[in-house]
């Protein structure tokens, strides 16, 4: 009998890689390039169709910079979604794992090697809408919008954080339709609404996933901006004046806010995944 | 000099397992010899998928224990998994890759050299017939081909032992015949066979020991060749019906 001895970090690379060729492959990227490329061009188009006014000719370079970003964050959502709200479920729902698993494969080589591949495909995705950003924003204004690489990054790690949650929750479900639909709800009504209620009651959502991942928005404006009381025409009351506090994520305290939030994805993932079984 | 006692290929003590009140499998305990053909006899619903779940470490079970050789395989799974090639339930693979991509990756999982993946690759693709097929993707494939790349992919590290649920299950009759004899083949190379098959026909030919399970109890095990004695008939329908026929009562 032959004892060989398995190496976990090049079944580790190996588990990156042919997930990866799997996206590849699959419809999921390019519905995700799809949108990642009209995305962009749908907000520049859009104004001049209805208002025979293109954004650049009406906003400096960061003003129309930040009017592209305000629409990554769902983009983001989108690409998670996709690729991380069935990562974890599909081997269980198709059955591929009745050969996956009883190869000798670690549980927690796959989860990693799983996110891995996701986020890289995600960022590509991403990589392609800030390509074009920075192509338009060269074409119009000879120049680039400032911090965009920066605002690269924070979307890439606010892209994790996002595809950690989406590896958490698809951990302890079986199907992969509830798993998007909890993914969305999460992410489109309770995180917003929690932001929404917390900020109405003047305290700052610095906790929040969406709240903190506005950096990459924020960090496009310079000097960055800092918290400020606006104060706005009472509806119900004439003459008098409301006031509302706009909360800004801050970077530091925004950036560690993501990484745990990417580390309690991955721990409760881990913990739920390894104990899944193929019933 | 005493030589110790050459170890079973697979040992199972007291396996059980529970979903709620229901006993899928109710303390099995098998021991099946280095080189045997066993057959896993049952009705629908016996425990022979629970029983090769659990010993692929798809499930865990509620209590027992089982080894492959000496190496317990519910403790340490990945080691035991490196023994055994399987094919358990109806298979399935990842759309978007081909046959050759298929066997690549899942000999990096098991450690193989890239030699011997592409050397093994080659050879059982073409036993299962497949060869035409190699670099198209799986997602085009009747039931029947994902059938023939699942053994595939159980033979491709040349395990010592293979454990198969209902092989032949999507195959056509030639098919059916020809993955037989890849089977008689093999166990006369001295694999361990653990077959499970409702085809009593295909287990004649191949198997040379037999045990029957119902309702996750086990009825009895021995080699087919007591049995036929023990019932004075060779026909193993007759002697599966009857003690199916017994263990209900």
Known sequence: MKRTKINRLQQFRDIIQFEFLKFIRGRKIKAAVILAVLTPLLIYTLPILTSSESLASQS??????????????????????????????????????????????????????????????????????YIILAALSYFFYSSLPSNLLISFFFAVISTMAFLSISFAIGSFLKGSSISYIAFFFLFFLVFPLVDYFLIVDKIKPWFSPTFANQIILYILETPYPEDQIIKIPAIFAPGQTLSITAYVPEINLSLGILFVYIMLGLIVSLFFFQRKEMN | MHNPPMPNAITIEGLTKKYGKLTAVDNLSLEIPQGAAFAFLGPNGAGKT???????????????????????ALEEPQDALLQVGAVVETAEFYPTLTPNETLEYFGRLRGMKKYNISKNSRKFIKLVGLEDWSDKKIGTFSRGM????????????????????????????????????????????????????????????????????????????????????????????????????????
């Not at chain 2, 629970?50 to 079970?61: D, E, N």
């Open chain 2, 50 to 72: 629970t029983t090769l779940k659990i010993l692929t470490s798809l499930i865990k079970p509620t209590s027992g224990e089982a080894y492959f050789f000496n190496i317990n």
């Open chain 1, 60 to 129: 400096s370079i960061t003003d129309f910079a930040i009017t592209f970003v305000q629409f990554l964050s769902l983009l983001i959502l989108i690409s998670v979604t996709l690729f991380g709200g069935d990562a974890l479920i599909s081997d269980f729902q198709d059955k591929t794992g009745y050969t996956l698993f009883t190869n000798p494969i670690s549980r927690t080589s796959l989860l990693f090697g799983k996110f891995v591949a996701a986020s890289l495909a995600v960022t590509i995705v991403l990589g392609i809408f």
């Open chain 2, 146 to 249: 994902k059938q023939r790349l699942a053994i595939a992919q159980a033979l491709l590290h040349e395990p010592p032992i293979l454990l198969l649920d209902e092989p032949t299950f999507g195959l056509d009759p030639r098919g059916m015949a020809e993955i037989r004899t890849v089977f008689q083949n093999l166990s006369k190379d001295g694999k361990t066979i653990f077959f499970s098959s409702h085809l009593i026909s295909e287990i004649k030919e191949i198997c040379d020991t037999l045990a029957i399970i119902d309702k996750g109890r086990l009825i009895f095990s021995d080699t087919i060749k007591n049995l036929t004695k023990k019932f004075g008939t060779k026909d193993l329908e007759k002697i599966y019906l009857q003690t199916i026929k017994e263990s209900v009562r």
